[in-house]
């Protein structure tokens, strides 16, 4: 494969589009688009994000030390694209983009109603790395929209439409179709026992 170097940069992808829910000392909730998040531990359960620390959502977790990480559906791209533009000091971010809110079980931050996939916080650790903070956060309850759901429990990925982030060439795309069933069609490859 011929490939082109690129250098040190952000380039890279697929990344999850999110949005981060977070209240400030004076008790307003704001929005911040973030893609560099993800799940980084099954055992805690434990999710990270890189936020830049001249975030007001940086401001406003480590005043509180919770946060709620949203999943985005492709219905929302141009809302999401505007929370990562604005920031909650100069703006009503959740006013401006027509969006709501609904209380989370276990937080005092609450969830983005129109998200269908929600994931509640406890921030357990910081890491400083130059400009950015990668914080931490113990999963403490998980919403997933109730209409994903077969009645034998089995999850329907259409019901969540996950909004996909091309870092680097800023674009949103949406899924696409399945292309295999992970933790089984690789086992074709395995040596037969
Ligand atoms: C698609 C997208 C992804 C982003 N991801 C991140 C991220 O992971 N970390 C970060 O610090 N900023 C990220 N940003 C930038 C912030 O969302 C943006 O600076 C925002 O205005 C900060 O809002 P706040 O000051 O209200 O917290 C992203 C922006 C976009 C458009």
Redesign the pocket.
């Known amino acids: 494969m011929k490939k082109r170097t690129l250098g040190p940069c952000v380039t890279f992808f697929p990344q999850p ?1 999110t949005i981060i829910s977070s209240v400030s000392q004076d008790g307003q909730t ?1 929005l ?6 993800g799940i980084v531990s099954k055992t805690p359960p434990t999710m990270a ?4 620390r001249g ?3 940086y401001e406003n977790i480590l005043h509180s030390g919770e946060f709620v990480i949203n999943m985005i559906p492709a219905s929302l791209a141009v809302e ?2 505007y ?7 100069d703006e009503n ?1 959740l006013a401006n983009a027509s969006l709501t809110l609904e209380p989370a079980a276990k937080l005092a931050v609450p969830l983005l109603a129109e998200s269908p996939l929600n994931v509640e916080c406890r921030l357990l650790r910081e890491i400083e790395l130059g400009e ?1 903070r990668l914080l931490l956060g113990e999963i403490v309850e998980i919403h997933a929209i109730e209409s994903a759901f077969s009645a034998n429990g089995e999850i329907d990925t259409r019901a969540f439409d996950p909004l996909v ?1 091309l870092g680097g060439i800023r674009q949103y795309w949406n899924l696409g179709e399945k292309c295999a069933d992970a933790y089984q069609d690789g086992l074709r490859l395995a040596d037969k026992k």
Not at 83 to 89: A, E, F, I, K, L
């Open positions: 589009t704001n911040m688009t973030a893609s560099w998040a994000v890189s936020l830049n975030r007001k959502t999401a694209d929370c990562g533009v604005r920031s909650g000091r971010k950015y982030y």
